[in-house]
């Protein structure tokens, strides 16, 4: 008997392979557009000094504004692709599509590296690396608070997914006891996101004891006993950007007969307030996959 004459049949359409592709902390930060130039300046002024009584002249005693401006340096981002029209034609899938993604994706991952480096060179720690724990959190949170930082919805935490692993055994985490709304049974943000943001990787936050918790996997130290976890307030961490904001353009060179994608972003991060970040170092290793 003749053997079977199997026909192979390719998906065109792409399945996006596991990885972050959306900007995570941006929207945590302090942003300023620059329309021109290569530096930004902002502007930090603090309410520091004491009520006072007036002089025996008969004077109120006067006092000044106490500002600081920090300048953050613009550097320029690129991440450029080419394929030729034969690798093009011969390729599963809409390469030219592909292209364009892979290099917004690329670009919106730096966005987030600058941020967590600009965290990172804050001083403040909760102390030796250990398991996440309420105690740990409550550590964070009084530090800040004790340094005047508003719990007005402003304040974030950027932690591992090992570090949300120990925080769903805290009781206090989901129970009714203590939360009306129980993160734990939560896509973080889900009810505010069109479908379309559902399905990005990685969108939103959850949201408990005032603080906006982002999960990240480029968090330094992923997987070990050395994470690098943070909890800080917007007003601590500013981010800049040239105006026009992320420029992904694609092309194709007729002489030579290949397509290109182009994705391109003049930016920087800052430490704006050292007393507004704190530093939790996570031991994340018990929770890594064998």
Same mark, same amino acid.
């Given at each position: 008997?003749p053997g079977?004459?199997p &026909?192979?049949?390719?998906?065109n359409?792409m399945?996006?392979g596991?990885g972050?592709?959306?900007?995570?902390?941006?929207?945590?930060?302090?942003?300023e557009?620059?329309i021109k130039?290569?530096?930004?300046?902002?502007?930090?002024?603090?309410s520091? @000094?004491?009520a006072v009584?007036?002089g025996t002249?008969g004077?109120?005693?006067?006092g000044?504004?106490?500002?600081?401006?920090v300048?953050?340096t613009?550097?320029e981002?690129?991440d450029l692709?080419?394929?030729?029209g034969?690798n093009?034609f011969?390729s599963?899938g809409?390469?030219t599509e592909?292209?364009q993604?892979?290099?917004?994706?690329?670009?919106?991952?730096?966005?987030?590296?600058v941020i967590?480096?600009?965290?990172?060179? @804050?001083?403040?720690t909760t102390?030796a690396?250990?398991?996440?724990?309420?105690?740990?959190?409550?550590?964070?949170? &009084?530090?800040?608070?004790?340094?005047?930082?508003?719990w007005?919805g402003?304040?974030?935490a &950027?932690?591992?997914?090992?570090?949300?692993?120990?925080m769903?055994?805290i009781v206090?985490?989901?129970?009714?006891d *203590?939360v009306?709304?129980?993160?734990a049974?939560?896509f973080p @943000?889900?009810d505010?996101m069109?479908?379309k943001?559902?399905?990005?990787?990685?969108?939103?936050?959850?949201?408990?004891?005032?603080v906006?918790?982002?999960?990240?996997?480029?968090?330094? @130290?992923?997987?070990?006993a050395?994470e690098l976890c943070?909890m800080?307030?917007r007003?601590a961490i500013?981010?800049?950007a040239?105006v026009?904001?992320?420029d992904?353009?694609?092309?194709?060179?007729?002489?030579?007969?290949?397509s290109?994608?182009?994705?391109s972003? *003049?930016h920087?991060?800052?430490l704006?307030?050292?007393?507004? &970040?704190?530093q939790?170092?996570?031991?994340?290793s018990?929770l890594?996959?064998?």
């Amino acid at each position: 008997m003749p053997g079977a004459a199997p &026909v192979i049949q390719y998906r065109n359409e792409m399945v996006l392979g596991f990885g972050q592709r959306q900007s995570l902390l941006k929207d945590s930060t302090i942003k300023e557009s620059v329309i021109k130039g290569n530096q930004a300046v902002f502007l930090i002024v603090d309410s520091s @000094g004491t009520a006072v009584t007036r002089g025996t002249n008969g004077l109120i005693p006067a006092g000044d504004n106490n500002n600081t401006q920090v300048t953050v340096t613009l550097v320029e981002k690129h991440d450029l692709r080419r394929m030729t029209g034969f690798n093009i034609f011969q390729s599963q899938g809409n390469q030219t599509e592909i292209m364009q993604i892979n290099t917004m994706s690329v670009i919106n991952r730096d966005c987030d590296q600058v941020i967590l480096t600009q965290l990172e060179a @804050g001083t403040i720690t909760t102390g030796a690396a250990a398991p996440a724990s309420l105690n740990m959190i409550n550590k964070a949170m &009084v530090y800040l608070m004790n340094n005047g930082v508003p719990w007005d919805g402003n304040v974030f935490a &950027v932690i591992s997914p090992a570090f949300l692993g120990y925080m769903m055994s805290i009781v206090q985490w989901s129970s009714a006891d *203590f939360v009306a709304i129980k993160p734990a049974n939560n896509f973080p @943000g889900w009810d505010a996101m069109s479908p379309k943001a559902r399905e990005a990787s990685g969108s939103g936050w959850w949201e408990w004891m005032g603080v906006k918790w982002i999960v990240s996997n480029q968090i330094s @130290g992923l997987g070990t006993a050395t994470e690098l976890c943070f909890m800080y307030h917007r007003n601590a961490i500013g981010h800049s950007a040239n105006v026009a904001g992320m420029d992904a353009p694609i092309g194709y060179n007729d002489e030579q007969n290949y397509s290109w994608s182009r994705c391109s972003l *003049f930016h920087q991060a800052v430490l704006l307030q050292n007393t507004g &970040v704190v530093q939790m170092t996570h031991d994340g290793s018990a929770l890594v996959a064998s």
